[in-house]
């Protein structure tokens, strides 16, 4: 039978190959590289971590929405992100069972009672890891050990940790260690190298926009200039973007989808904020390291900033007076 | 007698002052960081509860309706100082524990919503089943709430230690917003207790 010339078929007739399994995927390629290397540095106990915290995650995952008789949807790979996350902006020397309990923190108590995927009010890895601080305050800031391969390996503080007590400025500091991730820190926050290239990837693939980052580390440099308390250096801006889970969170914590603004003003205003809080917090607050609280807190601002700034209606013509 | 059993039945778990009305919930979340807070706590507010419910139950017919909740606080009040007083003389330990939250009694939203819901309206016995049925009520959640945080935040029951010192305390269970989770996840459970003890019973 000859087949018809011409298909009737209602809308869309363009449909987008978007889905939650493909952006999931591309997320974990794009934080591959940085896991891969946090192992190399920190050891087989950094894998140990990660993969707990992704099968308790997916676990917990599975749990809550088997006991909530909801349809098990484990497979679109959102929770492995979750839980890898979490892994990535932990301390290597965490005792082994404690990311289960921030897996369960991130799953059940961020993400599924709010109503899972798409209405989490915050990050889930760093409300997790927020918790996480709160609970055991002494094992997550005394678990941190050196890398296997740096010249001193005794030395257990965070580069941030040093800059805080005063013992430790950037002048004349080891870039090439921070830049390639050959410092202390959490597992997957020290190479900017790996986190970049991740970065460039998403953005290659669309799965995330200039805006947030840009403006999140831009703002934080350009802070850093003008604030820091000892006054305007390079060495010491250049060394604040490198150091710490800046170029992690302004990449891969920042940009989640549901806790991030829809407009791109939105989205430049939330990096900002982001940007802002992160370095007060560095420079003027308590904690050495201030990127979590940052983005949570301005988690919390994004219902605000999408209901003020709210994208043309297509076709709809600007009012006099306005751009 | 049936009818006084059921008013003493409803406060403890289908009307649960914490679980299902959630009231009072002010001095739950503050003090509720050990089974003995929790338990000192409800069982002042359980004396105070009853005492004031009952002269407020005998007084009804003189108060006039327009200055009843004045006249709820000064009863309220009279027994709240009795036993603040008691308690300082007693139990002094429990009592710098329970700090403010002993005086406060006098406007804890459960005494003031009894008086005014129930004791106004009803005979004696049925005011004292009721009281003590919120109050019992009231006591064991505080205690539940009490014992989850403890077990969690210290890792001990009633002061004895039973996980190793090896594990590390989960401090938020002893922070305010430890209280707030293990409230939430306990009234999720009474309302699952609720519902098979209704499927039983239809």
Redesign the interface.
């Known amino acids: 039978m000859e087949q018809p010339r011409y298909i009737v078929t209602t809308t869309p007739h363009i449909r987008s190959r978007d889905s939650i399994e493909r952006t999931m995927l591309f997320v974990l390629i794009a934080l591959a590289p940085a896991a891969v290397l946090g192992v190399v540095f920190f050891g087989v106990r950094a894998l140990f971590i990660i993969l707990i915290s992704v099968t308790s995650a997916v676990c917990f995952e599975a749990l809550y929405q088997k006991l909530a008789r909801k349809p098990v949807t484990v497979t679109d790979g959102s929770a492995v992100v979750t839980g890898l996350l979490l892994a990535l902006i932990l301390p290597p020397g965490l005792p082994l069972w404690m990311p289960v309990v921030g897996a369960f923190a991130a799953i059940v108590l961020v993400k599924q009672l709010f109503g899972g995927l798409g209405h989490n009010f915050l990050n889930p890895a760093l409300a997790a890891r927020a918790m996480l601080m709160a609970a055991y305050a002494l094992p997550m800031t005394v678990s941190f050990t050196a890398p296997r391969t740096a010249p001193d390996a005794t030395a257990s503080a965070t580069p941030l940790m040093l800059l805080e007590s005063g013992e430790f400025t950037p002048a004349g500091a080891d870039f090439l260690a921070s830049f390639l991730g050959n410092v202390g820190g959490s597992i997957g926050e020290t190479s900017a190298v790996a986190l970049l290239a991740g970065g460039v990837f998403l953005l290659a693939t669309k799965v995330i926009s200039w805006h947030i980052p840009v403006s999140f580390i831009a703002s934080a440099a350009v802070f850093t200039a003008l604030f820091h308390p000892e006054g305007f250096s390079g060495e010491v801006v250049g060394y604040h973007m490198l150091a710490g889970g800046l170029i992690l969170g302004a990449f891969f914590m920042a940009t989640d989808y549901p806790t991030s603004p829809v407009t791109p003003l939105g989205k430049i205003l939330f990096g900002v904020g982001c940007g802002v809080i992160t370095m007060v917090i560095r420079l003027y607050g308590g904690f050495p390291e201030g990127v979590a609280y940052a983005i949570l807190l301005m988690n919390l601002t994004v219902p605000l900033i999408d209901r003020y700034i709210r994208p043309h209606v297509l076709g709809k013509r600007a009012k006099a007076g306005q751009p | 007698m049936v009818k006084a059993l059921r008013q003493f039945k409803k406060g403890i778990l289908d009307e649960n002052p914490i679980f299902s009305q959630a009231i009072a919930l002010c001095p739950v979340l503050a003090v509720t960081t050990s089974i003995v807070n929790g338990i000192g706590l409800g069982l002042a507010t359980l004396a105070v509860l009853l005492a004031s419910t009952l002269v407020v139950c005998f007084i009804r017919h003189f108060i006039p309706a327009q200055v009843r909740i004045p006249c709820f606080i000064v009863v309220s009040a009279t027994f709240t100082t009795v036993v603040s007083l008691l308690m300082e003389a007693f139990f002094p330990a429990l009592n710098d524990a329970l700090g403010i939250f002993i005086p406060l009694i006098v406007v804890n939203c459960l005494i003031l919503a009894r008086m005014e819901a129930f004791a106004a309206k009803n005979p004696p016995l049925a005011v004292a089943f009721d009281s003590l049925g919120m109050g019992l009520g009231f006591t064991l959640a505080l205690a539940a709430i009490g014992a989850v945080r403890e077990l969690m935040g210290f890792g001990t029951v009633f002061g004895l230690a039973v996980i190793p010192e090896a594990i590390?305390r989960?401090?938020?269970?002893i922070?305010p917003?430890g209280g707030f989770?293990v409230l939430a996840f306990l009234i999720v459970a009474a309302r699952a207790v609720r519902a098979r003890v209704g499927k039983g019973e239809a």
């Open positions: 590390p989960n401090i938020l269970m922070l917003p989770f």
